[in-house]
């Protein structure tokens, strides 16, 4: 058999090697390095004289195998229960590029022929790849991105049935029990590693668990997957190692390795004995002898080449520079990283601009990878206090969901600037809709369904959600359009954070003039109320289509204003939006119209709850009877006066009340 080495041992027990036979025909072996092991390999494969096992060394394109020479029973459901575990190191030929990967392999034939090396492991090819008659099972340790098998990155961890595209995979990692979270791990770092691949055909679920070697086994496993092997494994099956290069390479070695089968398996299989491993290669130390002179030159040289590259590094990392703080880490799954988000908005052009809030520039932006479209909300940030209370609200944030709120993906820190990723809505803003120039005329159906939705949202903020969430700044232009042009309310958390980046002898702003409740204007205290307050501005907005302050013939105009005027002239429909041309729902627009007065009255008592709101938009309440009804003034200072929007305000407010 060419290129098929095969190694034999007498029966004899070495102390590097024990292999015992259970009265229940279970296989249990432990191999603390491979001098006297029984092994199948070929490719690349060789078992240097300390007893490390070289899977592939660094030729482009090889693929290497290594297996137990013969067949295991798998027949019975207990026997198909196994643990296993073994000591690797993958050393890349050059850092930067390496490839491809280790595999524990279950297989029905040490046949690889037809195999092909690169992304394939050495298992499959083109053809074979994902075809139920492979009967293989493998957990991949992967250095390589493969786009056709859907990798999630160029150093992960994955499942593997039948088919290289992974059941299930996870970036390389481990939790760390001293530290109580999840640290990553690079594979290809030439730095040995131990895993642990443990199977129960009771529960049916397959776990992995990595760790730099020399640690004990994490009590958390990196990876934990429900699959029924009985229905993937044959009656008898071989076990062993797959390994391959691609168009750059790493050479792949197993120090040591242990297996058994049967359920409670475990135990026996984590005995490996590190004192007894081989050691491996000393990585680096094949350079070749060189004389003084050229070797003077060649450290002179590296030298130079070395500062200009680190020059040019750290001015690489100094733009890429994030602020991460060791508390930061539990929210770690909502952080972006100012790379990627770098990438995904070109470098935050100014062609990408969406808008510009009162709290920084929104822009456009498509994740690299993933092409999934987002918001980038740049917000400055010029002090460090109150950092820490932002980020645990924004990871707060980031639980809401609702159909009608804008949902926050995540956030990323650096230096003075914080930046927040919301979901990209493609209709823009409502405002843009209301008063803009060229844009397409919002129907009655629409302007309902708007409203309808908005005050959805604030039903959830205010009563629906964990905690009472004040948003503290509705307004059209937080209100944005999705494809179907349903209302989301975006934007919550900002004001919170404007409060703590602003400058302390500034005014505090929170809100919009025009939307602000007058008692927040008095006490500038922010409460359901006040946003109540707000949402009613905003649907008289919608049902009118005018903003909140105008001027109208030399004079100033609140739409509260003007909405009560035509009321009290028992025409109230007159104030609706002259762009429907008469074209709505007479009910509804008399419904909208005097709700947002309802909701927009200056005594927050009189104001009704979100939920009231909901009641009476679905129909399933009337407005209270006692409210004034047209033709007789019962109004007298009922909207708040053009001044009081203007006075200047302190605010100490708090956006999430406790309930
Ligand atoms: C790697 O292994 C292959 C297959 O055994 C062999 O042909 C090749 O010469 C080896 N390359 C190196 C760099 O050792
Ligand atoms: C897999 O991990 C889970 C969670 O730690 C554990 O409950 C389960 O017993 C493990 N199963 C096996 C087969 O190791
Ligand atoms: C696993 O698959 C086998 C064969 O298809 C079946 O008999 C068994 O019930 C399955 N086990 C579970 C837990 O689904």
Known sequence: MPGVKLRFVIAISFWSLALTTSTKNFKQFTYNGFQQAELHLDGGATVHSNGLLQLTN?????????????????????????????????????????????????????????????????????????????RIFAVELDSMQSIEFGDIDNNHVGIDVNDLRSMASVTAGYFNDVEKRNKRLNLNSAKPMQIWIDYDSVDTVVNVTLAPLGLPRPSKPLLSLPVNLSEVVRDTMYVGFSSSTSASASSHYVLGWSFSQGRQAQAQAQTLDLSKLPSLPDFGSKSRKLSRVSMVFVILTAAVLTSIALGMYLRWRKKFEETLEDWEQQYILQRFSYKDLYKATKGFKDKELLGMGGFGKVYKGKLPYTNVEIA???????????????????????????????????????????????????????????????????????????????????????????????????????????????????????????????????????????????????????TTATDVFSFGITVLEVACGRSPLSFVGGQDYTVTDWVNDCWMRGVIVE????????????????????????????????????????????????????????GNNTLPSFSPSYEAMFTSYSIDSVLIVGR
Request: proline residues 5%.
């Open 575 to 630: 104030a609706s939006d002259p762009r429907l041309g008469g074209d709505y729902v007479l009910e509804e627009m008399k419904l909208v119209l005097k709700l947002g007065m309802l909701c927009s009255q200056p005594s927050p008592e009189a104001r009704p709850k979100m939920r009231q709101v909901m009641q009476f938009l679905d129909g399933d309440a009337t407005l209270p009877v006692t409210f004034p009804s047209g």
């Open 58 to 134: 660094t030729s482009n394109q090889v693929k290497a195998h290594a297996f137990v020479p013969h067949r295991l029973n798998f027949d019975s459901p207990s026997s198909l229960s196994f643990s296993t575990t073994f000591a690797f190191a993958m050393f890349p030929e050059i850092q930067a590029a390496c490839g491809q990967g280790i595999a524990f392999v279950l297989s029905p034939s040490m046949d690889f022929s037809q195999a092909t090396a690169g992304q394939f492991f050495g298992l499959f090819n083109s053809s074979t790849n994902g075809k139920s008659s492979n």
């Open 376 to 526: 980038v909300k740049k917000v400055s940030h010029s002090s460090g206090q109150g950092v820490r209370e932002f980020v645990t609200e924004i990871a707060c944030m980031g639980r809401l969901r609702h159909r009608n709120l804008v949902q926050l993906r995540g956030y990323c820190r650096r230096k003075g600037d914080l930046f927040l990723v919301y979901d990209y809505m493609v209709n823009g803003s409502l405002d843009k809709y209301l008063y803009e120039e060229g844009k397409p005329n919002l129907s009655w159906s629409e302007r309902f369904k708007i409203v309808k939705g908005l005050a959805s949202a604030l039903v959830y903020l205010h009563e629906e959600w964990e905690q009472v969430v004040v948003h503290r700044d509705v307004k059209p232009s937080n209100v944005l359009l999705d494809a179907n042009m349903n209302a989301r309310l975006g934007d919550f958390g900002v004001a919170r954070l404007y409060d703590h980046g602003s400058n302390p002898h500034k005014t505090h702003i929170v809100g919009t003039c025009g939307y602000l409740a007058p008692e927040l204007i008095r006490k500038g205290r922010a």
